[in-house]
């Protein structure tokens, strides 16, 4: 149990030094960056992919005809 809680506070330890490590250098700022970018190009592919599905009449389901 004590090594359990030990390892855990080590863990713990880890996590908050690298949090601070990149709150302090200028890495948080290109990392919103990429995101941001990132969920423009998804947002406008599932765009394309909507209108493709919406022009093609959208058969994705199965029909008994």
């Known amino acids: 149990m004590g090594k359990a809680a030990g390892s ?37 592919i599932l765009a394309i992919v909507g209108i493709v599905q919406m022009m093609s009449g959208g058969k994705s389901g199965s029909s008994d005809y």
Request: charged share 10%; net charge negative; hydrophobic share 75%.
């Open 8 to 44: 855990g506070l080590l863990f713990a330890g880890i996590i908050l030094f690298i949090m601070g490590a990149v709150l302090r250098w200028d890495l948080i700022d290109w990392l919103i960056d990429i995101t941001g970018l990132l969920l423009i190009v998804i947002g406008v």
